[in-house]
């Protein structure tokens, strides 16, 4: 045979067409090859050939996968009975994809917030060399750790260890007052203003768009701007090089840097050069009040430059001191979460809250994928002929196993796909509740999307393999044969899972009610001060020396009630201090005390116990020229007397104190009052005056119409104060500030909680229903026999009332023990108490009984005749 | 059934069947009927995919032919017109005959001027 068809086309055609088409078309081929060949010629013949591949490859590839194998065949037929399932009982479906989809929202919102909250300054180039040197004083009262370190500190680190490579100090000015800028018109308040040292850029790896990053910060009076506020300033028009006043001095912009990162725990809008201050040309350790950042050439010897560097500091204070400083190094990307220093110069968030909110996250998603197994082994009975059938007709387990578990990965996949809708829906409402700025992009990258995948894989085998092994365990003679019954297994596994889930929902119910309790007592107890009213506005050096005509004329208003100044609100004072009690006590002990006027104590409602109050004799003996006559008076609180030991509160008027260097007597006692937050013990705290501390002043309204009282105290301030802007905060709000972590635990908590007794619900729904249906006779026949509908109602609810109860049993104490933890953190704390733990029974079972009755109702009002008519 | 729509393409496969389904229909020789009877040009996969398109509506049966050197001892599928098909041609044969009637004869008078 000369006349065949080329050798390619013969085998494109063996690889494209589908077996059983393949002798047809071949053999047609090559007679109608050799036909053309014979009449024609042999190369119209490979044409024709090759035209009649080109023109038949997409019809056969088609009808190739049409009728491939029984494998791909079985997929389909897999598909389309999961797809009829869903279709034939879609309200369960819903039931079922609305929980995961819930669930799997919840799982995805949380995932994003963890991403974000654990990527905190990681993209800083060679981020585990970059420490922040931390300080501990150690004295005879105890420990106090804090991040602020002596100028001394980086200088000896940079002389004494090669390894470190850079260092900074930042100085947050804005955290003791917040500077004044002002170019041309535009003048603000700035809170993120530093001072910074001119290595900033080479410890840390903010880009830097405009100047040099080596020699921006060098000279003094320069600063450094960020976009956003070279954009606030400038507008349009260039930064570099142009002056702008920081609190009447005048700076030379020499950068701007990008916008600090959100997922930085250092956030500044400003950065001045260090050399600009005085503090830059001394090296003391007696003072520290500056942030030292370092960068080390590599992070293996840390313990050993630490242990070096303290055995240092040791021998230049000298010994004998009544008070060690011990230095630390933290990684700098520890300090979002991991730190434990309680007051950090920028609110940081805390890895046990990490923890929690992922737990909680886990936790919801198991509620979710409960559901499903519940449902879809209860649904068994239904799909039991089929599986029999399929069983018959010589599928093996594994088969009947893959099936269920491709089910439930397509129940899953939908799911999904409506979880991210709700993602989309609820981000601006997350949010706002967890202060963070999580947009639609940020689910469009890999590590996201893996992570999508893996909680698909995930969520489809654990919700969906118990399901499949039990139901492909089944037998295919008495499945067939009519008489399949639920196993007793399965029923008990199915209660297991709904006590579990209702576990979870009363331990969040608990927790919820907790954290309310706890917050309800935070903001409502005594406080020893009134918090309310009170606005705060920071001073500077002309406002203070102004102050006492803004005494004069804002008191002249009836509607305000008084007017004072200090160093610090009395909501958190921090200032640290030793106080030395000659001939009461050895050792000086250390304290908190706070700079203030005469009218402090009264205006802010604290009690006087015994003594005086200030007066302007003791302001005249503070404020004399020669430090060494000037004379202190003192007033002390409760504490002070508690740690000293004495009990009788005269004693103590009169008594001859120094503290850190001032000399003076203590004329006064007043009555404890938290100026911390409730997390920490009421220190022992000192008042005395001081004018060159203030920084604060609180202005005291008594009014009805607050807005016009604001505007008028504006108006004056405006005008004996002309330099400062009128920007205030009031106290009660400051003070709440504090609490601000809490209040979103309380938040993540109500919503989760909420969720999860929503998610729990809909599976107790979904079971009830085939429990009523399966007991449609069993009800029938009662009724018949005389039973009223309330007994029915109760037959059914008695069921599953049961399983909420022991649920709560389980979960109550442990819920108990755990929140008594989380109190624990408090100083000042409510207990855990019998409501909370009420409530939540009651609140659990009303509503699983809402959920009960509307199927055991519907059932117990149904018409006997009709469930017992067939048969 | 898909679609029992007869269309002009798969008229004239169908009717080519039927001729020639004594002597063995597949491919091949109804291409070559249909060259010869309708003077144009048919392509053997259009009638490959005519013939597969009628068998899924049930228009034609086929079964296993001989094989033969020529086809590089691959064996033929050859077709016949069912019951079903025949029906279809007769319905399409009747509609034709019926409008042919149904045309006036002036029109059937000027067509022939």
């Known amino acids: ?871 | 059934m898909k679609g029992t729509y007869l269309g002009e393409f798969e008229e004239l496969v169908l009717l080519t069947v039927a001729v020639i389904q004594q002597d063995g229909a597949y491919g091949n020789p109804v291409m070559l009927e249909i060259e010869n009877r309708a003077k144009r040009n048919v392509s053997l996969s259009a009638v490959h995919a005519a013939l597969h398109r009628l068998e899924k509506k049930g228009f034609v049966e086929s079964y296993k032919g001989e094989a033969t050197a020529k086809r590089g001892g691959k064996s033929k599928r050859l077709y016949k017109i069912s019951a079903y098909g025949l029906k279809a041609l007769n319905e399409a044969k009747d509609l034709r005959e019926g409008m042919w009637s149904a045309i006036p004869n002036v029109v059937l008078d000027k067509g022939s001027l």
């Open chain 1, 1 to 871: 045979m000369s006349n065949v068809p080329p050798k390619w086309i013969i085998r494109f055609l063996e690889w494209v067409c589908p077996e059983h088409l393949l002798d047809e078309i071949e053999g047609d081929l090559y007679e109608h090859y050799a036909d053309v060949a014979e009449r024609k010629s042999v190369s119209k013949a490979k044409r024709k050939a090759f035209g009649f591949v080109l023109l038949s490859t997409p019809r056969l590839l088609l009808n190739r996968k049409y009728h491939q194998s029984t494998a791909t065949d079985m997929l389909k037929n897999y598909v389309i009975i999961a797809f009829r399932n869903i279709k034939r009982q879609l309200g369960y479906s819903l039931v079922n994809i609305f929980g995961l989809a819930v669930g799997l929202a919840c799982c995805i919102l949380i995932g994003l917030y963890v991403k974000h909250e654990l990527s905190f300054d990681r993209f800083h180039t060679e981020v585990e060399n970059v420490y922040r040197v931390d300080l501990t004083f150690r004295s005879a009262q105890g420990e106090k750790k804090t991040f602020m370190t002596p100028t001394a500190l980086l200088p000896t680190l940079k002389r004494e260890f090669d390894e470190v490579k850079h260092g900074v100090r930042v100085f947050d000015v804005g955290g003791f007052s917040p500077v004044i800028l002002q170019h041309g018109n535009v003048k603000y308040q700035e809170p993120e203003f530093f001072f910074v040292d001119s290595a900033f850029f080479d410890v840390f790896s903010f880009k830097l768009l405009a100047g040099n990053p080596s020699k921006c910060l060098t000279e003094p009076r320069s600063v450094v701007l960020t976009e956003y506020s070279a954009n606030k300033y400038f507008g349009d028009n260039d930064p570099m090089n142009q002056v702008i006043k920081v609190d009447g001095n005048d700076y030379t912009v020499t950068g701007v840097v990008e916008n600090t990162p959100d997922n930085s725990h250092f956030q500044f809008d400003f950065l001045a050069s260090f050399s600009s201050l005085r503090a830059a040309k001394q090296e003391i350790w007696s003072s520290a009040n500056y942030a030292t950042y370092i960068r080390l050439s590599s992070n293996k010897n840390v313990n050993s430059i630490k242990q070096t560097l303290n055995d240092k500091v040791k021998e230049a204070l000298g010994e004998g001191q009544s008070m060690s400083l011990i230095f630390g190094f933290m990684p700098i990307t520890d300090i979002h979460l991991r730190s434990d220093i309680s007051d950090e110069m920028q609110p940081q968030n805390s890895i046990t809250y990490i923890y929690i909110i992922s737990v909680i996250g886990v936790l919801i998603l198991l509620i979710a994928c409960i559901n499903y197994m519940n449902l879809a082994t209860a649904r068994s009975v239904e799909r039991a002929r089929e599986v029999g059938m399929r069983k018959v007709l010589g599928a093996v387990r594994k088969q009947v196993f893959v099936q269920f578990l491709g089910e439930s990965a397509i129940v899953t996949a939908l799911s999904i796909i409506v979880a991210l809708i709700f993602v989309n829906i609820a981000m601006p409402a997350f949010n706002s509740l967890t202060g963070k700025v999580i947009v639609t992009e940020d689910l469009l990258n890999t590590s996201v999307l893996t992570g999508l995948l893996i909680t698909f894989l995930f969520v489809s085998f654990v919700a969906g393999a118990y399901p499949a092994l039990s139901l492909s365990s089944f037998s295919p003679g008495s499945m067939l044969k009519g008489n399949f019954t639920r196993s007793k297994t399965g029923n008990w596994m199915r209660q297991i899972l709904v006590v579990f889930q209702f576990s979870i929902s009363i331990f969040l119910i608990i927790g919820t009610l907790v954290v309310w309790k706890q917050l309800d007592y935070v903001k409502n107890k005594k406080l020893g001060y009134d918090k309310e009213n009170v606005i705060i506005l920071p001073t500077d050096g002309n406002v203070n020396k102004n102050f006492e005509t803004i005494v004069t004329e804002l008191t002249k208003r009836p509607d305000v009630a008084g007017v004072s100044i200090a160093s610090e609100s009395p909501v958190n004072i921090g200032g640290g201090y030793t106080l030395s009690v000659p001939g009461i006590i050895e050792n000086p002990i250390s304290v908190n005390a706070v700079a203030v006027d005469k009218r402090f104590v009264e205006n802010m409602g604290i009690a006087l116990l015994q003594g005086r109050h200030f007066n302007d004799a003791d302001l005249k003996l503070v404020s004399k020229e020669n430090r060494e006559e000037r004379e202190y008076a003192f007033i002390v609180n409760e504490e002070v007397l508690a740690t000293l030991l004495i009990d009788e509160r005269e004693k103590i008027l009169g008594q001859k104190v120094n503290l850190n260097g001032r000399q003076g007597e203590i004329v006064g006692v007043i009555e404890n009052f938290h100026s911390t937050s409730f997390h920490r013990k009421i220190n022992p705290l000192v008042l005395m005056i001081e004018p060159s501390q203030y920084n604060m002043l609180f202005v005291r309204l008594d009014t009805d119409n607050l807005q016009k009282t604001l505007l008028a105290v504006e108006d004056e301030w405006k005008r004996i104060v002309p330099d400062r802007p009128f920007v205030f905060e009031f106290m009660d709000e400051e003070y709440d500030a504090m609490y601000r972590s809490e209040e979103r635990l309380s938040n993540v908590f109500t919503v989760f909680a909420v969720l999860a007794i929503v998610i729990a619900c809909l599976g107790l729904f979904g079971l009830v229903a085939f429990a009523v249906e399966k007991r449609n006779k069993e009800i029938g026949v009662r009724k018949v026999l005389g039973a009223s509908v309330p007994s029915l109602f109760f037959l059914i609810s008695k069921d599953f009332s049961k399983l909420v109860v022991i649920a709560f049993v389980i979960s109550a104490p442990i819920a108990y023990w755990l929140m008594q933890e989380w109190l624990a953190d408090f100083e000042y704390k409510t207990t855990v108490g019998v409501w909370p733990v009420a409530i939540s029974i009651v609140c659990t079972l009303f509503i699983a009984l809402l959920t009960i009755s509307y199927q055991s109702i519907k059932a117990a009002l149904l018409n006997p005749a009709e469930t017992l008519r067939a048969e």
